[in-house]
C-alpha cells in the first residue's frame, strides 16, 4: 500500500476492525514473525476496498500492511488472501514489482481472521485512470507501463516461478463462467434478463485453451502502486482472484474500461482519444500483443463481455454480504445497484462478438 493512501478514521466499527484484544495478541504474533519487529504498533484502517479489510502497521521500526479476511461465513473460494501471499511470494524474486511479503496466519484466534503482513510500498496510488490533470505524455507513459507490465507477468513462466499447481489445469474460461455463475446465483439476485442470457450463451461459446499463465484477475490502476516521481509502477496489489488460466482473459479485464457503462467510475467513454495520451482500446490491445506474443481466438468483444459478466457476478456478491452484515464499507450496500448495467453493457458485447438477439 501506498503512505498517501488514507486510514479511515470513522467512529464506529466496522466488520473486520481490530480490537484492542485482538491488536494485544497481534503485537505477539509480529514479534515472532516480523524480523526487527519490536513494538509497540499502531493500527490504522485503510480507506477504500470492498473484500479484505487492509491496515497500516505504524512501528518503531517501520511500517507495514495487514490484510485480513472478513470475519463470519463467507462464499466458498472468496477472499483468498493465502493465494495472495502465495503469488506474491513468489514473483517478488522473478523481479515483478510486488511488495514482499513477510509472512502469513491462518490461526484465526490471533485477530479473528486468516492474514498476512507486506511491505508498505511509497508511492501513488491513482485512482481515476482518466488520469486528470497530467500532461498528454505522462498519460501515455502511465498506460504504456501498465500495458507492459501485464505482458511481462503473462511472460512468466508458472513452473519455473514455482507456481504450477497454483490453479487447475485446462478448462480455464469453463471454470471461471462456472464460479461466478455459482457465485452469483448464490447472493440471491434479483432476475436480470442480461444476466440469464450471458450464463447460457458463454458456455457455448469458449475460446480454446491457451497455454496456461498467471493472471491477475483485477488488473486496473488502483490495484497498483506508482513510483513517487516518474511513471513506474512500483507494485501491484490485490492478487486474491489471481490463478492460472488465459492471458487474454486478464488482458480484457483490463480493457473492459473502455466499454463500461458511463456511471462507472473507471469508464472510458468520455475521454478524448484525440487530444489525450490515454491509448484507444485497439491501440492498447495491439501494443500488449507486440510485448507478450499472445493472440486473440475469439473477437475482443467475447473476452469483454466475460469480464463485465464476471465484475457484475462479483458485485452481486458484494450486495449479498451486505445484505448479511458482512460489507467492508458502506459502498457496498451501493453495489446491486451496478450489476444491471454491467449487465447490459455485457450483454452488448456478445452481441457485437455474434450473439443472437
Given at each position: 500500500?501506498?503512505?498517501?493512501?488514507?486510514a479511515?478514521?470513522?467512529?464506529?466499527?466496522?466488520?473486520?476492525?481490530?480490537?484492542?484484544?485482538?491488536?494485544?495478541?497481534?503485537?505477539?504474533?509480529?514479534?515472532?514473525?516480523?524480523?526487527?519487529?519490536?513494538?509497540?504498533?499502531?493500527?490504522?484502517?485503510?480507506?477504500?476496498?470492498?473484500?479484505?479489510?487492509?491496515?497500516?502497521?505504524?512501528t518503531?521500526?517501520?511500517?507495514?500492511?495487514?490484510?485480513?479476511?472478513?470475519?463470519?461465513?463467507?462464499?466458498r473460494?472468496?477472499?483468498?488472501?493465502?493465494?495472495?501471499y502465495?503469488?506474491?511470494?513468489?514473483?517478488?524474486?522473478?523481479?515483478?514489482?510486488?511488495?514482499?511479503?513477510?509472512?502469513?496466519?491462518?490461526?484465526?484466534?490471533?485477530?479473528?481472521?486468516?492474514?498476512?503482513?507486506?511491505?508498505?510500498?511509497?508511492?501513488?496510488?491513482?485512482w481515476?485512470?482518466?488520469?486528470?490533470?497530467?500532461?498528454?505524455?505522462?498519460?501515455?507513459?502511465?498506460?504504456?507501463?501498465?500495458?507492459?507490465?501485464?505482458?511481462?507477468?503473462?511472460?512468466?513462466?508458472?513452473?519455473?516461478?514455482?507456481?504450477?499447481?497454483?490453479?487447475?489445469?485446462?478448462?480455464?474460461?469453463?471454470?471461471?463462467?462456472?464460479?461466478?455463475?455459482?457465485?452469483?446465483?448464490?447472493?440471491?439476485?434479483?432476475?436480470?434478463?442480461?444476466?440469464?442470457?450471458?450464463?447460457?450463451?458463454?458456455?457455448?461459446?469458449?475460446?480454446?485453451?491457451?497455454?496456461?499463465?498467471?493472471?491477475?484477475?483485477?488488473?486496473?490502476?488502483?490495484?497498483?502502486?506508482?513510483?513517487?516521481?516518474?511513471?513506474?509502477?512500483?507494485a501491484?496489489?490485490?492478487?486474491?482472484?489471481?490463478?492460472?488460466?488465459?492471458?487474454?482473459?486478464d488482458?480484457?479485464?483490463f480493457?473492459?474500461?473502455?466499454?463500461?457503462?458511463?456511471?462507472?467510475?473507471?469508464?472510458l467513454?468520455?475521454v478524448?482519444?484525440?487530444?489525450?495520451?490515454?491509448?484507444?482500446?485497439?491501440?492498447?490491445?495491439?501494443?500488449?500483443?507486440?510485448?507478450?506474443?499472445?493472440?486473440?481466438?475469439?473477437?475482443?468483444?467475447?473476452?469483454?463481455?466475460?469480464?463485465?459478466?464476471?465484475?457484475?457476478?462479483i458485485?452481486?456478491?458484494v450486495a449479498?454480504?451486505a445484505?448479511?452484515?458482512?460489507?467492508?464499507?458502506?459502498?457496498?450496500?451501493?453495489?446491486?445497484?451496478?450489476?444491471?448495467?454491467?449487465?447490459?453493457?455485457?450483454?452488448?458485447?456478445?452481441?457485437?462478438?455474434?450473439?443472437?438477439?
Amino acid at each position: 500500500m501506498s503512505s498517501q493512501s488514507t486510514a479511515d478514521a470513522g467512529v464506529l466499527p466496522r466488520a473486520g476492525d481490530i480490537d484492542a484484544k485482538a491488536a494485544q495478541r497481534l503485537e505477539q504474533w509480529l514479534k515472532r514473525e516480523v524480523p526487527a519487529h519490536d513494538g509497540p504498533v499502531s493500527i490504522a484502517r485503510f480507506a477504500g476496498g470492498q473484500s479484505n479489510p487492509t491496515f497500516r502497521l505504524s512501528t518503531a521500526h517501520g511500517d507495514y500492511v495487514l490484510r485480513r479476511k472478513p470475519p463470519g461465513a463467507l462464499l466458498r473460494s472468496a477472499h483468498a488472501i493465502e493465494r495472495e501471499y502465495e503469488v506474491m511470494a513468489a514473483l517478488g524474486p522473478r523481479g515483478f514489482p510486488v511488495p514482499r511479503t513477510f509472512g502469513i496466519c491462518l490461526d484465526e484466534s490471533v485477530i479473528g481472521s486468516a492474514f498476512y503482513v507486506m511491505e508498505l510500498v511509497e508511492g501513488r496510488i491513482l485512482w481515476d485512470p482518466k488520469l486528470p490533470g497530467m500532461a498528454p505524455s505522462e498519460q501515455r507513459a502511465i498506460y504504456d507501463a501498465q500495458i507492459d507490465a501485464l505482458a511481462a507477468l503473462h511472460r512468466i513462466d508458472p513452473e519455473t516461478a514455482g507456481l504450477s499447481d497454483f490453479g487447475k489445469p485446462g478448462n480455464y474460461f469453463a471454470r471461471q463462467v462456472f464460479r461466478w455463475t455459482s457465485q452469483y446465483q448464490a447472493s440471491e439476485p434479483a432476475d436480470d434478463e442480461h444476466m440469464q442470457r450471458l450464463m447460457a450463451w458463454l458456455p457455448e461459446t469458449m475460446p480454446p485453451e491457451v497455454p496456461a499463465r498467471i493472471v491477475h484477475g483485477d488488473y486496473r490502476i488502483d490495484n497498483m502502486i506508482l513510483k513517487p516521481d516518474r511513471p513506474e509502477i512500483a507494485a501491484v496489489l490485490d492478487w486474491e482472484l489471481s490463478t492460472l488460466g488465459d492471458p487474454i482473459a486478464d488482458l480484457t479485464n483490463f480493457l473492459m474500461m473502455w466499454r463500461m457503462p458511463a456511471g462507472e467510475r473507471t469508464a472510458l467513454h468520455a475521454v478524448d482519444f484525440d487530444t489525450s495520451g490515454i491509448p484507444t482500446m485497439e491501440e492498447a490491445l495491439d501494443r500488449y500483443l507486440a510485448a507478450s506474443g499472445s493472440v486473440l481466438d475469439r473477437p475482443v468483444d467475447w473476452y469483454i463481455a466475460f469480464n463485465l459478466f464476471r465484475l457484475a457476478a462479483i458485485l452481486q456478491g458484494v450486495a449479498g454480504r451486505a445484505a448479511r452484515g458482512q460489507a467492508n464499507n458502506e459502498r457496498a450496500l451501493a453495489a446491486q445497484s451496478r450489476v444491471g448495467p454491467l449487465a447490459r453493457a455485457a450483454w452488448e458485447s456478445a452481441r457485437r462478438a455474434g450473439a443472437p438477439a
